[in-house]
Nanobody
């Protein structure tokens, strides 16, 4: 089941980006979705997650108040709005799907290919 993430790019510190992740080939609305990120030399880390109907959202402490996860089930798409970006947010961002909303990456069964976000100081 392909997940296609896009929307990454180069932005200055304090700027904003919106990532999108489009799903195909499965019933998107049956699954929770998450965003993870991986910086060079670091492990992949949980960033945000959203329940199947968008009713519950979860965030890593380092993005609370700056990032917002949302979804549009009619478009089979999940979004990550990133505001007040910092150089330490530089990473490859991945979207993934899971049967149950969770922060744990090993519980996600399908992953997108990742999109690079670079924040310059």
């Amino acid at each position: 089941v392909p997940l296609q993430a896009c929307g990454g790019g180069l932005v200055q510190a304090g700027g904003s980006l919106r990532l999108s992740c489009a799903a195909s080939g499965r019933t998107f609305s049956n699954y929770a979705m998450g965003w993870f990120r991986q910086a060079p030399g670091k492990e992949r880390e949980f960033t945000a997650a959203i329940s199947w109907n968008g009713g519950s959202t979860y965030y890593a402490d380092f993005v609370k108040g700056r990032f917002t996860i949302s979804r549009d089930n009619a478009k089979n798409t999940v979004y990550l709005q990133m505001n007040s970006l910092k150089p330490e947010d530089t990473a490859v961002y991945y979207c993934a799907s899971t049967p149950y909303t969770t922060r744990e990456p090993w519980k996600y069964d399908y992953w997108g290919q990742g999109t690079q976000v670079t924040v310059s100081s």
